[in-house]
């Protein structure tokens, strides 16, 4: 068995809680045989900031290359807030991003079954939800250059930003989609506004392109980023893997997470591109922000991090087998009606970080059954 080198950075305020309860279903299912996984661990973030006066040190960039992917828990806080942009805890994340060339980021939208009734939306709309969204991580408006606000005199000003993209950066992100596709259900949806941007015409003709020459079987839709927003509300359940720049890409994410109504349960990853080794780079990480009015009391919800660490399993190392045991026993810990404090229910048993953490490996351990 192939030993696995992840480096986990707890960040703040709950990342460290929800960190603790991944660790300890490594360590069970480590003990199990299920797989090999060394843990090395290091700080990021605010805790960076507090004991080495920098968001995140270059040797821990140096160890998040070195390993074979990276658990992220949180960053931020009220305390860093008053901190230059460039000395805040969240830069610590960025740099992560940056300097291991992450530029695909993965977004799941699943429903539970037992959580079903939390959407906003009609339970039949959102059953057997399982969306993933690929959204390009670091082109488009947000890194375009020129960018700036210029004053015009006269107490008048103008705002201005640029949305590029190359055709290397839309081919790349565009193959993770296609590649993730092959492993689902062979559909993708790709999302722009070509019909009133330049970059989106291109973003359609190589996607396009791309899809002839090397995905024939997968089935390719093109669809304008306003009417995907309508879309995800009216029926989410026609989409299948959505890929899209970096601006729709932030909005529908958000949009799409929050069909499930369970915000607190979702996780992330962030990849780049397979080097010649064979190993993408990945980082995974919760949804959820580091929730300082509730750290260190124990309240945290554990799911969204366990449930990176099984998108980890999936993506990074394609455990489909180990990751789908984790999620059915948290599907089945939901089931019997444990609650932590951000999805308590009417007549459901609140439950403690701990404790939700406890009760999946117990599940873990009836399910695997030796």
């Known amino acids: 068995m192939d030993k696995i080198k992840l480096l986990i950075l707890p960040g703040d305020g709950i990342g460290p809680e929800a960190v603790d309860e991944v660790k300890k279903i490594i360590d069970f299912l480590n003990k199990k045989n299920c797989f090999s996984i060394i843990v090395e661990e290091d700080l990021v973030g605010g805790a960076c900031l507090d004991k080495n006066k920098v968001p995140i040190k270059e040797e821990t960039i140096e160890k998040a290359k070195k390993s074979d992917a990276v658990l992220l828990g949180a960053v931020g806080g009220p305390k860093w807030d008053n901190l230059p942009f460039e000395q805040r805890p969240e830069q610590g994340l960025l740099k992560l991003r940056s300097d291991l060339e992450l530029f695909a980021n993965l977004r799941p939208a699943i429903s539970f079954e037992p959580l079903i009734h939390a959407s906003s939306l009609k339970p039949e709309i959102i059953k057997d939800l399982d969306i993933l969204i690929v959204r390009e991580l670091t082109g488009g408006v947000y890194f375009g250059e020129p960018r700036g606000i210029e004053n015009l005199g006269d ?77 995800l509300v009216r029926y989410p359940k026609q989409f299948d893997v959505i890929v899209t720049d970096n601006l729709f890409g932030d909005i529908l994410s958000d949009c799409a997470a929050m069909l499930t109504g369970s915000l607190g349960m979702l996780p992330s990853a962030s990849l780049g591109a397979i080097d010649s080794t064979g190993k993408r780079p990945g980082m995974y990480e919760p949804v959820h922000g580091s929730a300082p009015d509730i750290s260190g009391q124990d309240k945290a919800n554990p799911i969204a991090m366990i449930m990176s660490f099984a998108m980890m399993l999936n993506y990074s190392f394609d455990m489909q087998e180990e990751s789908k045991l984790i999620e059915k026993a948290i599907e089945n810990v939901l089931s019997k009606g444990l609650r932590t404090l951000d999805i308590q229910q009417q007549n459901k048993k609140y439950v403690s970080t701990k404790e939700m953490g406890a009760a999946i490996i117990q599940e873990l351990d009836i399910l695997i059954g030796n």
């Open 155 to 231: 107490g008048n000003k103008k705002g201005f930003n640029t949305q590029v993209y190359t055709s290397y950066e839309i081919v790349r992100v565009a193959r993770v989609a296609f590649e993730l596709a092959k492993k689902r259900k062979k559909t993708v949806t790709s999302v722009e506004k070509s019909n009133v941007m330049e970059s989106g015409k291109l973003w359609r003709e190589e996607v396009i392109k791309l899809g002839k020459k090397d995905y024939p079987e997968i089935d390719l839709n093109h669809m304008y980023a306003d009417n995907c927003a309508m879309q």
